[in-house]
């Protein structure tokens, strides 16, 4: 058996059009894909466990309050990594990459330690869903790693994509 080939998820229909009873208000998270990047790798994977901030990365650290406190601690052995939130979206032409915003995340397995901003990344997320595309806080390689992956990933998703999408990974 094949290895399963993991898909970006497409709205779909909102469960609650139409009515106003219950699950009016709250958020519809299927059209939202997050991604990691292994910094020092250039490595790009989908991981649908981040969404509850449960991946495979994540699991078993306590995050510290700030970066600083981190690299007090030991800085060999930290691991950076980005956390990317992809929102897809389809128009009259088809699917195409709506939003991308990227966190930092930052792990020491060594001494089970790391750091990350949960309001950056609750705010990233909620970003993206919106459309926005905030990628320029990533280092270039990290960029053009994340641009790759999407391109490859399905291409007809970045050719429908918004100029000012990708114009932000030319940068």
């Known amino acids: 058996m094949g290895k399963k080939k993991v898909e970006f998820n497409i709205i779909k229909n909102a469960p609650t059009d139409g009515h106003k009873g219950f699950g009016v208000g709250s958020l519809n998270l299927e059209n939202i894909t ?15 466990q981040v969404m509850h901030a449960r991946s495979k990365t994540e699991r078993g650290v306590k995050y ?20 990317i939130w992809v929102a897809v979206d389809r ?12 966190c930092e995340l930052y792990v020491n397995r060594s001494i089970r330690r790391g750091y990350k901003s ?35 990933h399905d291409q007809s998703f970045w050719d429908n994509s918004s100029d000012e999408l990708k ?5």
Do not use: C
């Open 34 to 48: 997050p991604l990691i990047i292994d910094v020092e790798e250039e490595e790009v994977w989908v991981d649908e």
């Open 64 to 83: 510290l309050k700030t970066k600083e406190e981190l690299l007090e601690l030991q800085e060999d052995g930290i691991k950076q990594y980005w956390i």
């Open 91 to 102: 128009n009259e032409v088809g699917p195409y990459y709506a939003g991308v915003t990227a």
């Open 118 to 152: 949960m309001p950056e990344h609750v705010n990233h997320l909620d970003r993206a869903m919106k459309g926005h595309v905030i990628v320029s806080n990533m280092d270039k390689k990290s960029r053009a790693a994340l641009a790759q992956f999407l391109q490859n």
């Open 167 to 171: 114009t932000a990974f030319a940068e």
